[in-house]
């Protein structure tokens, strides 16, 4: 039909067929018929993955304003225009199944050769042509649902685009590559395939309405200049928090970003904080430029790659937690909505969170919770970032493949305990991501507590790297529990009833580290006064240590601020404390700070690598994370020789594995009345070719012996057969 793909929007295709005038209603006609044409290709298609698919199609036709919106790094186009607004409105119109056209398309239109209904908005739902042509009701009749050809690799010569006919020149290829995604572009430098740019991955998404007052869609200037200076604001934002601008979306009433957080390349475990943080200073922003925006955020896992046919494809990030993130910013309107993973992976303060009221979304299940993120920033609040107060928790298993490690732990442990003469040494506890660093720290937390040794600790991420002081803070908020103070009066009295007369007098030195308000006679000089802080702090930690033994716990210690190095240093020499970091292995280009360095590779500093764990222990780790005492066969395979010894390769693929029900877990009893009786009525579960091996219990006083079962799950392994094998450089959508 001569039309070109202009964009993909999640599940929806925007198309154009481009035209003088004079043709309009030549070329309405041929829209209307393949849109037709596609209906009856694409309509109630079952998929290979046993998914329906249902089609709506919404037509309309006029000018339309294509603007580009971009800085010095990137660049994005969009579209806007009356037509825009009157293909939006038909789209929503439409029900599954059908086709709308606007009214100005349906005047143009030849309409006696169409079976029409008016709807009461003035647009037109065409339901076919009055007499079908030989050729399609010929297709009609003999079509196999179940098969297409839509995706062959191998088009037609005059099916390729005229951009993929006409040679690129340097200079237009350096702009081009600004609209496309960093991602995309490091793949293609590197000449890799594009289905290596195809996965599946957990990622935060943020869907950004920005709200056009008194919208106009004839005023292109306006609009414009608005979205551009909201562009600008957001990409500063998603800069700092290391987010990704996807695309860009023209709606009614609006303009809409896609923005995710985890994109290759940029991928941290804090990524619901950075969304948050980021969505609430862009409200800011927002606020002072008199802009208005609606923010939708949810965490989740979505396909994240290529979408489209072979010769016209866009990389794009599709799923539930996509959709999810579009209606909470649809239905919540000039608000943070989140979705309650967001909350709780955030770690940021639970009094910051307001349960939203319920609203029936399509797809979301009625039980799910969603919170509106809102700072007051009236709050006397000591962090920005909240820290529980018991951020390492016991899990009640013991440790598994890392024995070596806790006997050097222990005998540190026992040298602070009862060699008081001698000082313990800083442990420096390091690996790449994965290894299971903060899983050892529990550890070590829990040995510790056992032989009554005070333990606080401090984790930072990229957000508080810039922060002055926060892991400091962090430290003398656990050690006094300052958490559990109401006011900033009841801070003060803490401190005040810890030190000893002679210091009451420098507790001022605290007021703007800790929140607190004790007032003082003399000014100090900026010089003396962050010497009488560091003064201070040490004196605090040294008579804290002098009242019981205490264990300082660093997690994640390469994101640690400057000044806190700074102060840490002079703990180190002040108070017999033991020290235990844990930290990445600094990459060559970005070595730690000096401040750093004194202590991470001081004369006194005892380094622990973890390697990876032994095959056997993959298989006791996958027990304990699901608590069961038996796998089936294949995982413990999969486990063994594919897992390389990474602890978060087993959390992750049990996770995975349990939330598409391809393991069930059931007690002993159920696995031997299955092996009498067959399948159980409540899942497809094989037991005539599933092998099992028993293993020794890792939760010991387990009363339960839970088994897991490997079900045999057709969409899912069709699923991922069919990802692994396809050929296409592009997945269907």
């Known amino acids: 039909a001569n039309g070109d793909i202009l964009k993909f929007a999640g599940d929806a295709i925007l198309t154009l067929w481009q035209c003088e005038e004079s043709e309009f209603p030549a070329t309405i006609d041929r829209v209307v018929t393949a849109a037709i044409n596609i209906q009856c290709k694409m309509d109630n298609y079952m998929t290979e993955v046993g998914v329906n698919l249902r089609v709506k199609i919404g037509i309309a036709v006029g000018c339309v304003i294509f603007y580009h919106i971009a800085n010095d790094n990137e660049r994005h186009f969009g579209e806007a225009g009356q037509t825009i607004e009157e293909v939006n409105i038909a789209q929503s119109s439409a029900s599954s199944g059908t086709v709308v056209i606007s009214p100005k398309a349906w005047d143009l239109l030849e309409q006696k050769l169409f079976s029409y209904n008016i709807l009461e908005n003035g647009y037109v739902e065409i339901n076919r042509r009055s007499s079908l042509s030989k050729t399609l009701q ?19 010569p005059e099916c390729l685009r005229l951009t993929q006919l006409s040679k690129v020149s340097e200079k237009d290829e350096t702009i081009y590559r600004m609209y496309t995604n960093q991602n995309v572009i490091s793949k293609l430098d590197a000449c890799a395939e594009l289905r290596w740019l195809s996965e599946i991955r957990t990622v935060t998404v943020m869907f950004l309405e920005v709200h056009l007052s008194d919208y106009n869609p004839e005023n292109h200037i306006d609009i414009l200049n608005t979205i551009q200076l909201a562009f600008t604001i957001i990409y500063d934002q998603m800069t700092r928090m290391l987010g990704t601008i996807n695309k860009l979306y023209m709606f009614d ?12 390349g940029k991928k941290h475990e804090d990524e619901p904080t950075r969304a948050l943080k980021a969505a609430d ?11 208005e925006a609606s923010i939708g955020i949810t965490t989740g896992r979505a396909f994240c790659g290529i979408i489209g046919h072979p010769q016209r494809h866009e990389y794009g990030v599709i799923g539930k937690s996509v959709n999810l993130a579009a209606r909470l910013m649809s239905n919540y309107p000039k608000r943070i909505a989140c979705d309650d993973t967001t ?21 979301v299940p009625s039980n799910n919770v969603h919170y509106e993120y809102k700072i007051d920033r009236r709050k006397d609040r000591l962090f920005s970032t909240f820290i529980p107060p018991q951020q390492i928790e016991d899990d009640g298993g013991k440790i598994i493949g890392r024995v070596e490690e806790m006997k050097i732990f222990e005998q540190e442990l026992t040298r602070l305990i009862e060699q008081p003469k001698e000082d313990p040494p800083v442990m420096k506890i390091e690996s790449a991501t994965g290894m299971g660093k903060t899983r050892l720290l529990q550890e070590m937390k829990n040995v510790a507590e056992k032989k009554k040794v005070r333990v606080i600790f401090a984790a930072a991420g990229a957000v508080e790297h810039a922060t002055p002081h926060f892991a400091i803070k962090a430290l003398l908020v656990q050690m006094f529990r300052l958490m559990e103070c109401c006011s900033a009066t009841d801070r003060a009295d803490v401190i005040i009833k810890f ?52 264990m300082i716990i660093l997690d994640d210690a390469q994101w640690i601020d400057k000044d806190s190095w700074i102060m ?8 017999r404390a033991l020290i235990v970091c844990s930290t990445r292995p600094f990459p060559a280009a970005h070595p730690p700070m000096e401040e750093a360095k004194r202590i991470l590779n001081g004369p006194f500093t005892k380094e622990i690598h973890l390697s990876s764990l032994k095959p056997d222990d993959m298989v006791m780790l996958a027990c304990q994370l699901i608590k069961v005492t038996r796998l089936p066969i294949q995982l413990i395979n999969i486990l063994r020789t594919r897992s390389h010894g ?33 399948p159980l009525v409540t899942g497809p579960l094989v037991t005539d070719t599933i ?14 012996h839970m088994v897991m079962r490997l079900c045999k799950t057709p969409s899912f392994k069709r699923k991922v057969i069919k990802q692994h094998s396809r050929q296409s450089t592009c997945p269907p959508v």
């Open 281 to 291: 200073n862009i409200m800011k922003d927002f606020h002072t430029k008199n802009l």
């Open 568 to 575: 840490l240093h002079e703990i180190i020499k002040r108070c």
């Open 646 to 678: 990474v602890p978060l390769y087993a959390e992750q693929l049990v996770s995975t594995m349990l939330q598409f029900k391809v393991l069930q877990v059931h007690t002993e009893k159920q696995r031997h009345d299955m092996n009498r009786t067959g």
């Open 138 to 156: 010929t297709f009609m009749e003999t079509r196999d649902p179940t098969k297409t050809e839509i995706f062959n690799n191998t088009p037609e």
């Open 691 to 704: 092998q099992e091996e028993s293993l020794q219990d890792p939760l010991a006083g387990n009363d339960h």
């Open 253 to 264: 009433k609006g303009c809409t970003f896609l923005i995710i957080f985890g994109m290759p």
């Open 499 to 550: 030190v000893e007369e002679d210091m009451i007098k420098e507790i001022y030195l605290l007021n703007e580290l800790l929140k607190i308000h004790v007032g003082y006679v003399k000014r100090a000089r900026e010089k003396d006064k962050k010497k009488k802080l560091t003064n201070m702090i040490c004196y605090l930690f040294e008579k804290a240590a002098k009242e019981q033994h205490t």
């Open 343 to 363: 909350r709780t992976l955030s770690n940021l303060d639970p009094q910051d969170f307001l349960k939203l009221s319920y609203i029936k979304m399509k797809g």
